[in-house]
């Protein structure tokens, strides 16, 4: 109050101050908020399919590929100008593949893979020198078992059931009372003058 009896004006609200370690919604760069959305959609897809397992098949079939690609005089060659030591990678650079892009199926592919994983040891120098076809092994079987994520179930709450116990310990106690649930009751019947109850 000031000394005529007027009341003062109030001082306006301080807005609270912002921590430094913060940053507003509306101060983050534009980039921000694309790099977030790209994140969140590249882990939905992840997780959406055996990533780890067809990445893992993938790194083995080319390590194998590699290998026999590699000018080393230890290389092993079978069949027709060794051909199944450069189909056996590629089935199972295909087998991680299609993990990625078809989840469905991971079971035909993760079989495929460890399969040619083994296949590998005989046609591609020891399966790319034991590092390649223990790649596939693992990734293969990783794969094989995957299961996709269930979503959780909404729990609808029912009504409870006249005459149910709330406890499903009690389930076969019952209650003694002098008078019967209200659905086992019998009507009454009205009485009419003349006519006798019974």
Not at 14 to 23: C, G, H, K, S, Y
Request: proline share 11%; charged share 20%.
């Amino acid at each position: 109050m000031t000394s005529d009896g007027v009341p003062a004006e109030a001082p306006p609200p301080q807005a609270p101050l912002e921590d430094a370690t913060t940053i507003s919604a509306d101060r983050r760069p534009r980039w921000w908020s694309w790099l977030r959305r790209g994140w969140l959609a590249w882990r939905r897809w992840r997780r959406t399919r055996p990533f780890w397992g067809g990445l893992l098949l993938m790194l083995g079939g080319g390590w194998i590929l590699a290998t026999v690609k590699a000018p080393l005089p230890v290389i092993l060659h079978i069949g027709v100008q060794g051909t199944a030591a450069f189909v056996v990678p590629l089935l199972i650079l295909l087998s991680g593949a299609l993990l990625w892009f078809n989840p469905s199926q991971r079971l035909f592919y993760s079989i495929i893979g460890l399969v040619m994983s083994l296949v590998s040891w005989l046609t591609s120098n020891l399966g790319g020198f034991f590092l390649g076809m223990l790649l596939g092994m693992i990734g293969g079987s990783l794969a094989f078992s995957w299961t996709p994520r269930k979503k959780p179930r909404k729990r609808r709450r029912r009504p409870p059931v006249l005459g149910a116990p709330d406890d499903p310990d009690d389930a076969g106690m019952e209650l003694v009372t002098d008078r019967a649930p209200e659905h086992q009751q019998q009507p009454q019947e009205e009485e009419v003058p003349g006519r006798p109850v019974g």
